[in-house]
């Protein structure tokens, strides 16, 4: 099959394509177009319509208006066999690998085989071998999928597309679970594969990166285009404008705060993991009255398991935790609380908020049973009522009413009633996880802002996150988790993407903090 | 019925209670109704009890129920309670196993007589009856015909668990191979189960294997026994029915039930106002066990002779089975 | 006791383990096929009880007993098609539609025993088919090669699933399907066509074990399979879904009934322990499952409809 195109004719051409789901219109008249050999990307936030055009185009979903044009040629595409047909390959942000298989044997899932229904895994593997070597993939074929590293799961992905002669790739959220330095990796080969001849489909919303990678960007918000532009036209400013629809501040303003004493300290500790692993090892911290503390790293590296032992829901093996000049180690979850920690849990609808709760009794799920909200048993509700509302407006949660159930609202909002109700808590430490993890832009820039003010106020503060760019423009000091350790803590002053993105693959600090 | 509420139910139960006129009186048809474990046609347990009410209705109007393959005791607790608020005259629980379930509804209905069997045992109730066949007398016949036509000297018995009428047929075959051939060897097998059709063939084969030129068996799960000795061409002595008809060419004799005899005596004893607390039996001398033969099978000289003088002896009392 | 004559005991032990062994053998084999795929059928038994009445009837009518087989196949088959249909086409919960096809088998063959036999009748079963010059070997001839032909089937299928499941691009399908149907769809693999396919495959083997228990005992009752396609269910996880495995579940199985039985006829376990020896193979297999299966992972799809983004 030939990759060039003739002069002029795009790859792929989408045309006016409109996709109306109940409710809500995914799609609104979008004209979307790749040439051979660059990488166009789509941009926007969650829920603008980034997905549902790459699905059609990928044979799930079907247009309900709109044609979509290859090489000049109408076509119709009805599934993914089809598309497949068509050398439209997709890496999925969630990948399509089956982990009790091979590599082989995932690569030859869905081909022909030379052998009739027999299948042929050396021939698979031949040709595994030779596309690896092309393009510097570093896979093999005989390796089960549930051995290898999420980066070499990734690879797997991109040589099922080439095997299959994929001309145009779709790139969905490729960059999520991947450390920065194998980000630098797989946009060189990215590059590679557009030189070579291919169109590429990057779909993201990771502002830095679409700059980065880019020949030419397209921004959706609400299921229509908003701008075309190119990377040499516009910062991030500009395309964040695209995407939310105004100026956001993408760094929260931050006045010098002298840090005080320190409101949390933890010495020496261990905590196992969900299978007896030790995820924690032997951590030491120290958070000071009016300071954040940004942790960054890639999840599973004991997180997790160390954010659950502060707030009191996983007892440590061993070491010290003191809130607040009182050692908590031992003590659980409310007691911990009373010390004055607030806790923002990574897993916002599982540990944050019940989902089946209407807004305000999330908002006293902590003291429901405290007065004014409780008198003698009995829930007073003219008290839950005021207060809820005073919450759902100075955090500006965006709900009909309180008496909306908590999970028909959206992330970002869900996550402000969780801020709300921890923060009005009045916190000495307060410590998030992942606070803006699939949150809007919008949303996330006001979560930013509230932590911010929690610092004026005195709080020593944990933000625990995988965003680099979260953790760099948040924090005072940050320190970097691998394998349950602290591999260094920098100043935010002195912090390079690059330094950071050593540690967090392991690699030891240069120089001790 | 159903569709009425308990508390409904209780009230309903309360008038029949304080209203005996309200009962059916005598001269109606009378209403029975059979609880059995098997099919009504299983050619073995289930098929007898109904047989020998079918052989009273022949000189008497009976308005006969019956619910039969419920293996699961809770089944037919549900079957033997909701006869007994239909006000049936006779509930027959034709299965040892129903004896607890019987014990806890039998006392709701005072006016309802219950039977059940095979057993020996009335739980002190006045209105239930037990019922039993010596099949130990049956078995001891077969026993001394099995004995007396085994040329290697070895015979099967395949059962299911030991208890009630299986329990009684085994001693009595085994009592009476001995009695034949003081040196028989006679191997017992019980399976554990009474509806595992697969293993009680590969018991039968066991028992093949193991030197065994007759076998015997019974309760419902030994048609796979049959099977298994059929294909060997091993003889067979049956038991609860006539079992001629699965294996012609194997079947010598069967002892057959004929449960009218004491179900013609229990009608009798209600007619009489009298609805339980007592025993009943079957037995060779009563003529409630009767050895059917299969006259296409060729008896060696002797052997038939050798169980025509058990059946007598048993009926003189001159030779004493297990039973009683 | 001579010494050959406990060469020939050990010898019909092992013969008659095997026997006991195969119908669980061929209705976990099914069963492990479509749960590979991603189905649960807890219907098993039931399936075997109407192709055991469909292979019985079909026998008595024409002393064919492979016509019976064939009847016994197909009814399973077409169980297997209806069976999809509800899990996959209206997606219905998979554990209680089994029990329902469980219940209306074990109902609808007694139903036609009793509307269409009624007293049973013996048929004609298979005899046993000697493999030359093999069955001619001393004490393994007997042991092995003296059997039915649904012995040899039974078995030879072993292998054979074995080799369609990883060596052909159906069994790679079924694999994936079982364990990420949304990666298998994304390369344009049909997971509703795969799973059909194992489905009926598998239900096929269901009527096929019920007709092969009902033919080699050359009789048909009530519930003449006792609850057996529910143990062959439980062979399924004690074998970790591998066709091997399986084989060897079905085994331990048919053998420790065996080995108890005969144990029984020699009096080697006491008659006062009968009762509690009976539950040996139930209990073993439990035991077996609890060390066994607790090392494997089930299919991560078992049990779940696929909706194609959803």
């Known amino acids: 099959m030939s990759l060039q195109s003739e002069n002029g004719t795009p790859m792929l051409q989408m045309r006016g394509i409109t996709k109306r789901f109940p409710g809500v219109l995914a799609s609104d008249n979008v004209d979307f177009d790749v040439r051979a050999g660059e990488v166009h990307t789509l941009l926007g936030e969650n829920g603008a319509g980034k997905s549902t055009l790459m699905k059609i185009l990928y044979g799930l979903y079907r247009q309900d208006e709109g044609e979509i044009l290859l090489h000049g040629k109408r076509v119709d595409l009805t599934s993914p066999a089809h598309a497949i047909a068509h050398g439209i390959g997709m890496i999925h942000q969630h990948f399509m690998l ?5 590599v082989a044997e995932n690569v030859s899932l869905g081909l022909q085989s030379t052998r009739g229904i027999f299948s042929d895994l050396k021939t698979v593997s031949k040709r595994i071998i030779e596309l690896s070597r092309a393009f510097g993939l570093h896979v093999h074929p005989d390796e089960h999928v549930w051995q290898l590293s999420v980066g070499e799961r990734q690879r797997v992905e991109i040589i099922k597309a080439l095997y299959r002669d ?6 969905d959220e490729p960059t999520a679970v991947l450390t920065p330095s194998e980000v630098d990796d797989i946009f060189l080969i990215f590059r590679k594969l557009a030189d070579d001849g291919r169109g590429l489909v990057f779909i993201s919303h990771k502002l830095k990166e679409v700059l980065d990678l880019s020949d030419r960007i397209t921004v959706l918000r609400h299921g229509r285009v908003t701008g075309y532009t190119t990377p040499a036209q516009s910062d991030r400013h500009d395309l964040a404008q695209l995407m939310v629809g105004r100026a956001v501040k993408l760094a929260p303003d931050k006045e010098d705060v002298e840090s005080g004493d320190p409101l949390l300290t933890i010495e020496d500790l261990y905590v196992e993991g969900d299978r007896g692993r030790q995820a924690v090892q032997g951590l030491s911290l120290e958070v000071k009255s009016g300071e954040i503390l940004g942790i960054a790293g890639i999840s599973g590296n004991g997180q997790r398991e160390l954010a659950e032992a502060i707030a009191g829901l996983r007892r440590p093996r061993s070491g010290k935790i003191v809130v607040a000049g009182h050692d908590t180690t031992l003590s659980g979850p409310r007691q911990i609380r009373e010390m004055g920690l607030s806790y923002v849990p990574e897993e916002r609808m599982k540990d944050g908020a019940v989902g089946e709760f209407d807004v305000k009794e999330n908002m006293i799920l902590l003291n429901h049973s405290k007065t004014p909200f409780c008198k003698n048993g009995f829930l007073n509700f003219k008290a839950i009522k005021s207060y809820s509302e005073k919450l759902v407006k100075e955090y500006a949660v965006k709900t009909p009413d309180i008496d909306t159930m908590t999970k028909n609202l959206s992330g970002g909002n869900i996550q402000k009633l969780i801020m709300a109700r921890e923060l009005a808590a009045k916190p000495k430490v307060l410590l998030a996880s992942q606070p803006t993890r699939g949150v809007d832009i919008g949303a996330a820039e006001y979560i930013h802002e509230r932590i911010s003010q929690e610092r004026q106020r005195g709080t020593a503060t944990v933000v625990i996150s995988e965003d680099l760019d979260e953790v760099m423009a948040l924090s005072d000091r940050i320190a970097v988790m691998f394998d349950g350790k602290v591999m260094g803590i920098v100043d935010q002053k002195d912090a390079t993407r690059e330094s950071i993105g050593l540690m967090m693959t392991g690699e030891q600090q240069q120089s001790a903090a | 019925m159903k569709k009425f509420s308990l508390s409904l139910s209780a009230v309903m139960l309360t008038l029949l209670l304080l209203c005996p006129s309200l009962l059916p009186a005598s001269g109606k048809p009378l209403r029975v109704a059979i609880i059995a474990p098997s099919a009504q046609n299983d050619l ?10 079918k052989a009273i209705q022949k000189d008497r109007e009976i308005d006969l129920a019956i619910t039969d393959g419920t293996f699961v005791v809770e089944d037919a607790a549900a079957a033997i309670r909701d006869y007994a608020k239909k006000g049936y005259d006779l509930v027959i629980a034709h299965g040892s196993q129903y004896g607890g379930s019987l014990k806890e509804i039998a006392p709701d209905f005072p006016d309802i007589a219950f039977a059940w069997g095979t057993a020996a045992d009335t739980f002190g109730l006045p209105n239930v009856s037990s019922y039993e066949a010596a099949s130990d007398e049956g078995g001891y016949v077969m026993g001394v015909m099995a004995a007396a036509m085994s040329k290697k000297g070895g015979v099967g018995v395949v059962g299911p668990i030991e208890v009630g009428d299986a329990k009684l047929y085994v001693d009595g075959f085994v009592q009476g191979a001995k009695a034949q051939n003081s040196k028989i060897r006679a191997k017992v097998n019980y399976i554990g189960s009474f509806s595992d059709v697969a293993l009680a063939a590969e018991a039968a084969r066991a028992h093949i294997a193991a030197g065994a030129d007759v076998l015997t068996g019974t309760a419902q799960m030994v048609v796979g026994a049959i099977g298994a000795a059929r294909s060997k061409r091993v003889a067979w002595f049956g038991t609860q029915a006539n079992q001629t008809e699965l294996a012609p060419e194997i079947v010598v004799a069967s002892q057959v039930y004929k449960w009218e005899v004491i179900l013609k005596q229990i009608l009798a004893d209600m007619d009489n106002g009298v609805k339980g607390g007592k025993m009943y039996d079957i037995n060779l001398a009563n003529n409630g066990i009767v050895i059917k033969f299969n006259d ?5 000289p002797g052997v038939k002779e050798a169980g025509m003088k058990a059946i007598a002896g048993i009926k003189d009392g001159s030779i004493k089975t297990g039973h009683k | 006791m001579s010494d050959s004559f406990a060469v020939m005991i050990v010898v019909a032990t092992i013969a008659s383990g095997i026997r006991l062994a195969t119908p669980f053998l061929l209705a976990s084999l099914g069963e492990a096929l479509g749960q590979r795929s991603g189905v649960l059928n807890l219907g098993v038994d039931g399936v075997m009880l109407l192709g055991a009445f469909g292979a019985y009837y079909t026998v008595l009518q024409t002393s064919n007993p492979y016509y019976g087989l064939l009847v016994g196949i197909s009814i399973g088959l077409l169980i297997g098609l209806f069976y999809g249909f509800i899990t996959l086409n209206l997606r219905a919960e998979q554990g209680v539609s089994g029990i329902g096809i469980y219940l209306f088998g074990l109902g609808m063959s007694d139903l036609f025993f009793q509307k269409f036999v009624g007293t049973p009748r013996p048929i004609l079963p298979f005899m046993p088919l000697d493999i030359p010059v093999l069955s001619g070997l001393p004490v393994v001839g007997e042991m092995l090669f003296q059997h039915s032909i649904i012995v040899y089937i039974a078995f030879g299928l072993v292998p054979l699933m074995s080799f369609v499941l990883h060596r052909t691009t159906y069994g790679l399908n079924i694999r994936a399907i079982g364990e990420n149907p949304e990666a298998a769809d994304s390369l344009g693999v049909s997971v509703m066509a795969t799973r059909y396919s194992a489905i009926i495959i598998g239900n096929g083997l269901a009527g096929l ?29 004690f074998g970790a879904w591998s066709p091997k495995g399986v084989m060897i579940g079905s085994l331990v199985f048919g053998m420790v009934q065996s080995i108890v039985l005969q144990c029984k006829t020699f009096g080697v376990i006491p008659r006062s322990a009968s009762d509690l020896a009976a539950m040996a193979p139930a209990v073993i297999t439990i035991l077996a499952l609890v060390i066994v299966a607790k090392r494997f992972k089930q299919p991560s799809a078992l049990t779940k409809p696929y909706v194609r983004g959803g």
């Open chain 1, 166 to 171: 994929a001309s145009i790739l779709i790139l």
């Open chain 2, 296 to 300: 296409a099978y060729k008896l060696a």
């Open chain 2, 44 to 53: 073995a347990f289930t098929q007898s009890i109904v047989d020998g009410i």
């Open chain 1, 98 to 102: 089956v982990p009790t298989l091979t």
């Open chain 3, 209 to 237: 074990a019920g007709a092969a228990l009902a033919i080699e005992l050359g009789i048909f009752q009530q519930n003449l399979t006792n609850a057996m396609g529910f143990i062959a269910i439980a062979l399924v996880y």
